[in-house]
């Protein structure tokens, strides 16, 4: 095959894996929570109010900074300035199809299309992005396909990207910065290096714009740029440095900007203006960063919880790929440079006094690392003997691939997919954070009576509307379920079995729920191998400070 016709086939690869991350990512939408809420309302306050305050909206998240009378997004604003944009375009096209864009359904469509475009895309092209870098470091087609499909479905990535959270958005802007610091060693032209350079600190630096924390990691990636022109002298060395110092300045003059407008001093983060008695681990150390603690650091790797490894066991096979890239001449520096943004964010999380990071999935606060962490699996494919890489395939096809952790109002919708290679195997979880049994707690999970009745509807199934009509594996989950709800009227605890399953419950005794007691329904959908489908639903919550619960276990032939 000519190189021409090898390199759009290349491409062609590459842009297939980025549309099937997309599909994979667009599908779940989140809705909203603090996190999510505290980006979603500057966005809210610069398109319809023109201003950085969101006094307006603040009661919808504890995330917030209060500075001068006003309350103010708490959050490094790249994400929400990346937003601000999508979200203007959008609203005309709300208007063109009779929605108001000021309406409850004009807002989650709103919210929906930031979190698709903002966050959603940028890791689905950072994907196709590594499967070229991949390419690059002289991996083959399938292992580099491997790497890039292992970062996008089989990480906490996968939650993470169906999220307004920041945490993609900067990993994502970490692959691009080292994608263009390696495309200087096939470089030959003087503007090209600076043009180069200039991408890189642009990239890395919207990736400190978007979390504060991403500065070392951005720095080591212009510090990798630097490196690979090393050899060729002063005058190339320059060129990149000036075109890099070009590009981070222009992100540091827009986060300084931002902070002196809204807090009237350009040098301190938004995290030092909580209102008082809010977050009070932030003034532990430097904003709640100590010291790494030997304990946290194997939780983060082997918890049930947050460890990495239990939640994507495939990224075990990163190191020793990473290892073995450093073995080779032209990989050596792009190893030690991915090594380095993997280990900083693991010790960074590790420091954390706050490192389980709320209600997430995975190491949370490690989640902008993984992307260039997984760099090392395509050589890992490539160079494994075939035991491991059959190994390495079953831990990804077996283990759970996504939780998508997210709330709307005061309920919750979580998700785990596994995928499989041969028959379907997938699990869906309908509910709140999601742990092993030994440590479910129903204090966990305390939601107001009101949210679940909006929810869970008398009479209706527990799949929330976004699922939609569809009879597929994941879409016929409510409507193959039981109904579970709370009755308006008497506010009693209601489950009635679908009654084309035969199901037989066994619920507690309806109690009466006074308003603001605190309810939580988490409802297990199995699809087994074969003809067999199990599942499983569980009622929680406190009645008058007693607890109770419902478990249902029924199987579908």
């Known amino acids: 095959m000519n190189v021409p016709a090898q390199s759009s086939l290349i491409r062609i690869r590459a842009l297939l894996i980025g549309v099937v991350v997309l599909v994979a990512y667009v599908y779940f939408y989140q809705g909203g929570g603090w996190n999510q809420n505290s980006r979603f309302d500057l966005v809210r306050a610069m398109v319809e109010l023109g201003t950085l305050r969101i006094d307006a909206y603040h009661e919808n998240t504890g995330d917030k900074a209060f500075a001068n009378g006003h309350y ?78 292992a970062l996008g479905l089989a990480t906490p990535m996968w939650a993470y990207s169906t999220l307004f959270w920041g945490h993609s958005l900067a990993g994502a802007c970490l692959v691009f910065g080292f994608a263009f610091a390696l495309r200087l060693c096939r470089n030959q032209s003087h503007t090209g290096d600076v043009l180069l350079g200039l991408a890189v600190g642009l990239t890395a630096g919207w990736a400190t714009v978007t979390e504060y924390p991403a500065a070392p990691a951005a720095a080591i990636v212009a510090a990798l740029a630097v490196g690979l022109v090393w050899k060729d002298g002063w005058p190339r060395r320059w060129r990149t440095s000036v075109g890099i ?74 190191p020793f790929g990473l290892r073995w890239l450093r073995k080779q001449p032209t990989g050596r520096a792009a190893a030690a440079a991915a090594a380095a943004v993997a280990a900083y964010y693991f010790l960074f999380n590790a420091s954390f006094v706050a490192w389980a990071g709320g209600r997430s999935y995975g190491p949370r606060y490690m989640a902008a690392g993984l992307p260039l962490l997984c760099v090392g699996l395509a050589p890992a494919w490539s ?61 966990d999970f305390r939601r107001t009576d009101r949210a679940c009745t909006r929810r869970f509807q008398p009479g209706r199934t527990g799949r929330p509307a976004w699922l939609g009509e569809s009879d597929s594996a994941v879409g016929c989950v ?55 489908w199990s599942f499983e639903a569980e009622l929680l919550g406190r009645v008058c400070d007693r607890p109770f619960s419902l478990t249902p276990i029924f199987s579908v032939h």
């Open 478 to 532: 409510g409507s193959r379920g039981c109904s579970l709800g709370l009755d308006k009227s008497s506010r009693a605890v209601r489950a009635a079995p679908n009654p084309a399953l035969g199901a037989e419950l066994s619920p507690h005794k309806p109690e009466s729920i006074p308003p603001k007691n605190e309810v939580f329904i988490d409802w297990r959908v199995v699809f087994r191998c074969g003809s067999v």
């Open 383 to 443: 160079k494994a003997r075939p035991f491991l890489a059959r190994w390495t395939c079953g831990s990804r096809s077996l283990w759970w691939c996504v939780c998508a952790d997210s709330s709307l109002h005061h309920g919750t919708a979580s998700f785990r997919v596994s995928m499989s290679p041969g028959p379907a195997l997938m699990a869906v979880v309908l509910g709140g954070q999601i742990l092993p049994e030994s440590e479910i707690d129903a204090n």
């Open 245 to 318: 110092a070009i590009g981070a300045s222009a992100c540091i003059a827009v986060l300084l900007t931002y902070q002196f407008l809204v807090f009237g001093s350009a040098f301190q983060p938004s995290y030092s203006y909580y209102p008082a008695g809010a977050f009070p681990w932030m003034k532990h150390g430097y904003m709640g960063v100590t010291y790494p603690r030997i304990d946290v650091a194997l939780k983060l790797l082997f918890g049930c919880r947050r460890g990495l490894l239990f939640v994507a066991p495939v990224a075990l096979a990163a």
């Open 72 to 149: 103010y997004s708490d959050k490094a604003p790249g994400l929400a300035l990346l937003a601000e944009p999508i979200a203007e375009a959008t609203r005309p096209l709300l208007r063109a199809g009779e929605v108001d864009p000021d309406s409850a359904r004009g807002l989650v469509a709103m919210s929906y299309v930031v979190t698709v475009f903002g966050v959603a895309l940028p890791m689905a092209v950072a994907c196709a992005v590594l499967f070229l870098i991949a390419l690059q470091l002289g991996s083959d087609t399938s292992a580099a396909a491997f790497g890039a499909l």
